[in-house]
């Protein structure tokens, strides 16, 4: 089993930043490939962003390329997405999740095995 603990979600005004950290306990995080999704309300959740378990391989959705930014730390145990230049669409809860094919991106809501709580962010115009 694996824990995924979210934090660094908030208010913000448009064009500000938020860095989201997603902690994993449980298991080897460095075997695990890591994503970002979101879900605003009522809307289905989507990936945002995906990396793998080396950190060597990222994607991110078309919607956010070139303003967010995924990056992991294996040693800390902790994934983490960087949010610029943050608009009012941006708005959801974001949700941390794990595979554990740790090897590949994987872009699918089933591809992921252990999800976490979500942490809300709110981006005001």
């Known amino acids: 089993q694996v824990q995924l603990v979210e934090s660094g979600g908030g208010l913000v005004q448009a064009g500000g930043s938020l860095r989201l950290s997603c902690v994993a306990s449980g298991r080897t995080f460095g075997s695990l490939s890591m994503g970002w999704f979101r879900q605003a309300p009522g809307k289905e959740r989507e990936l945002v962003a995906t990396?793998?378990?080396?950190?060597?391989?990222?994607y991110c959705a078309d919607s956010v390329k070139g303003r967010f930014t995924i990056s992991r730390d294996n040693a800390k145990n902790t994934v983490y997405l960087q949010m610029n230049s943050l608009k009012p669409e941006d708005t959801a809860v974001y949700y941390c999740?794990?595979?554990?094919?740790?090897?590949?991106?994987?872009?699918?809501?089933?591809?992921?095995?252990?999800w976490g709580q979500g942490t809300r962010v709110t981006v005001s115009s």
């Open positions: 990396i793998n378990w080396s950190g060597g391989s990222t």
């Open positions: 999740a794990a595979s554990n094919g740790g090897r590949r991106l994987w872009v699918r809501i089933d591809d992921y095995d252990y």
